[in-house]
């Protein structure tokens, strides 16, 4: 009876333990899809300056990497002086996403 129990109770554990070495080596598989599959949209500020060194903060809205909204945010302005260069250096369009 004894050596019975002790089987059993063996091929219990090595169950639970398959089960359990199964999840952790299939788990980032399976969370790394449900993460490729979703849509990145997110929203930030950046300050969009002119060639007269004129500055304005928006409110700027991407989707993965295109572009969906840029709004200006009202009264965030600055207007630097002929001197002054953006520390940022070139900054275009299609680097905001």
């Known amino acids: 009876m004894n050596l019975k129990k002790t089987i059993i109770t063996l091929v219990i554990i090595s169950l639970i333990a398959g089960i359990v070495l199964a999840f952790l080596l299939l788990r980032p598989y399976i969370t790394g899809r449900a993460i ?6 997110y929203t930030y500020t950046k300050a969009i300056c002119n060639n007269s060194n004129f500055c304005q903060d928006n409110l700027i809205t991407c989707n993965n990497e295109e572009i969906v909204l840029i709004q200006p945010i009202t009264g965030a302005v600055v207007q630097h002086s002929e001197e002054w260069q953006d520390p940022r250096g070139e900054t275009s369009r299609d680097e905001l996403c």
């Open 36 to 41: 490729q599959n979703q849509i990145q949209e």
